[in-house]
């Protein structure tokens, strides 16, 4: 018999075990950077929604304050009523929610106010809106007003 002695090249198994070790760590510190890419990413999704609903209140207020010619604050049940000759709308002012019609815009609010010409009013005709949304993270408003007519000012 001509059995000859040669070694095979193979790992040992502390070589192994060091391997695995060090493979263990990097899969372990890749799980932890997706967790924080997932938390960023789930705060930047939450953030543009914020975001667009304010930009979608922004829109149709300006373009209801562009479309209708007379509005009227109603304190007691807080509601911004908006008429022309061939229609009308109204907002309703809630502490988490305005409320348009059939759309609803979930922005708190932190305090809403209503001017006629340069002076803030309680309720009656208005010819601007200041809303100031919650101080969560920093300071927003939102400020809209019309141009007053000669009719606006009769009573």
Known sequence: ????????KA??????????V????????AFAVLQLVQKQMIGMQHNYEKNTKENQLRQ??????RTYSTFNYDAAHQRLYCQNELSSISYEFYENQIIRQKDTFAIGLDEYKF???????????????????????KEKRMFVFKNN??????N
């Open 1 to 8: 018999m001509n059995v000859s002695k040669h070694k095979i």
């Open 11 to 20: 790992f040992t198994l502390s070589e192994m075990m060091v391997v695995l």
């Open 22 to 29: 060090i493979t263990v760590i990097v899969v372990s510190l």
């Open 60 to 65: 149709a207020l300006w373009i209801d304050f």
């Open 115 to 137: 001017f006629f010409d340069n002076q803030k009013v309680d309720g009656g005709p208005v010819d601007a809106l200041m809303l100031q949304m919650q101080k969560k993270t």
């Open 149 to 154: 007519t000669a009719s606006d000012y009769m």
